[in-house]
T-cell receptor, first 116, second 109 residues
Framework: GAVVSQHPSRVICKSGTSVKIECRSL??????MFWYRQFPKQSLMLMAT?????????EQGVEKDKFLINHASLTLSTLTVTSAHPEDSSFYIC????????????FGPGTRLLVL | DAKTTQPPSMDCAEGRAANLPCNHS???????VYWYRQIHSQGPQYIIH???NNETNEMASLIITEDRKSSTLILPHATLRDTAVYYC??????????FGDGTTLTVKP
């Protein structure tokens, strides 16, 4: 199946700093990538949909100025958590959609963010 | 997108078939049924999807009822490594569909 990578896998940062997470589709071109957040023992929550070359679409309640998304190429999307606070500590997961009839998503391994 | 209902947890003996049900009574005619699973602290893994017909791949089988209001994911010979949270999702756009709480499958020796 299609492979999606994320970097870094884990990050610890101080409160008030910004953190950038990369999501790459390694063996296919993804016109659409998605960013999810998952808190412990909870399900995935969609944060935003990222389309190559256009502005991301954010879900209700997700601050676009805090979670900056850039999808500059068909294989790379980045999520920057700006001025991170402890409540932003979470598991961030991206997925990429293979264009085609079924629009199956393939997920990255996730990035665990801890804000101290 | 249609919502789904899954039992919160299930147990299965190693080597036996695991049958995971999903109700999606409000599914629309053009919506697919997707199954993913998430092993602890990893990203979800795609398993299988279907529209109307039953589907089978190397990982699992998907049985969709004739009225499409429910489906069952079958892992024919469950192993300990199949212990995970299994998510059933329906939608035309998998990215916009809501992940429910899923079913935690525990495969026991």
């Amino acid at each position: 199946g299609a492979v999606v990578s994320q970097h870094p896998s884990r990050v610890i940062c101080k409160s008030g700093t910004s953190v950038k997470i990369e999501c790459r589709s390694l063996d296919f071109q993804a016109t659409t990538m998605f960013w999810y957040r998952q808190f412990p023992k909870q399900s995935l929550m969609l944060m935003a949909t990222s389309n190559e070359g256009s502005k991301a679409t954010y879900e209700q309640g997700v601050e676009k100025d805090k979670f900056l998304i850039n999808h500059a190429s068909l294989t790379l999307s980045t999520l920057t958590v700006t001025s991170a606070h402890p409540e932003d500590s979470s598991f961030y997961i991206c997925s990429a959609r293979v264009a085609g009839a079924f629009e199956t998503q393939y997920f990255g391994p996730g990035t665990r963010l801890l804000v101290l | 997108d249609a919502k789904t209902t899954q039992p919160p947890s299930m147990d299965c003996a190693e080597g036996r078939a695991a049958n995971l049900p999903c109700n999606h009574s409000t599914i629309s005619g053009n919506e697919y049924v997707y199954w993913y699973r998430q092993i602890h602290s990893q990203g979800p893994q795609y398993i299988i999807h279907g529209l109307k017909n039953n589907e089978t791949n190397e990982m699992a089988s998907l049985i969709i009822t004739e009225d499409r209001k429910s489906s069952t994911l079958i892992l024919p010979h469950a192993t300990l490594r199949d212990t995970a949270v299994y998510y059933c999702i329906v939608g035309t756009n998998a990215g916009k569909s809501t992940f429910g709480d899923g079913t935690t499958l525990t495969v026991k020796p």
